[in-house]
């Protein structure tokens, strides 16, 4: 079974550009997360979609953040313009269904850099 | 909201030494728990889960109790080896998975 694809693996912009990360999430899954990962602390929720609608979006700074997900399956998320702040590693993760006792896949990430 | 507490490191630890990592939990509902684990230069993979009150999770000789009285579920493994040496992340799942900040392990041989 082929496992959570993200790309690019690295990104190096500097502040006020813009970028975008792309994920294609296990086959099947109804679930996809994107969350953002700062050197040094967990990663931390960004946005949650259950099949092609948005769950949970708390997180995501809609100023500069904005992510979607095109019939319920790949995932973009894009942030513009970039800040320095924004430097970190940016997951994506799929599960089966939204049911809270399952796992989360996750991919290899995206490691952002701002400079 | 739901939010997960975990002890902080870095840990070191001499090759089949104890190990403990505490992890506290708050939540409104009925979460699920894991440990995922970040070996270097890889990515998030589940260590264990427990999905109810009193449900012991284990794989690879890790162990943990989902203690609703206490909330708690703490990570142990009783011979720590130098391929432990990893990030481990207490997680909860209530409908959304949240992450503590994560404890770095170093085992040393």
Known sequence: EAGVAQSPRYKIIEKRQSVAFWCNPISGHATLYWYQQILGQGPKLLIQFQNNGVVDDSQLPKDRFSAERLKGVDSTLKIQPAKLEDSAVYLCASSPDRGGNTEAFFGQGTRLTVV | ?109
Request: some cysteine; proline content about 3%.
């Open chain 2, 1 to 109: 909201g739901d939010s997960v507490t975990q002890m902080e490191g870095p840990v070191t630890l001499s090759e089949e030494a104890f190990l403990t990592i505490n992890c506290t939990y708050t939540a409104t509902g009925y979460p699920s728990l894991f440990w995922y684990v970040q070996y270097p230069g890889e990515g998030l993979q589940l260590l264990l889960k427990a999905t109810k009150a009193d449900d012991k999770g284990s794989n690879k000789g890790f162990e943990a109790t989902y203690r609703k009285e206490t909330t708690s579920f703490h990570l142990e493994k009783g011979s720590v080896q130098v391929s432990d040496s990893a990030v481990y992340f207490c997680a909860l799942n209530d409908y959304k998975l949240s992450f503590g900040a994560g404890t770095t392990v170093t085992v040393r041989a």
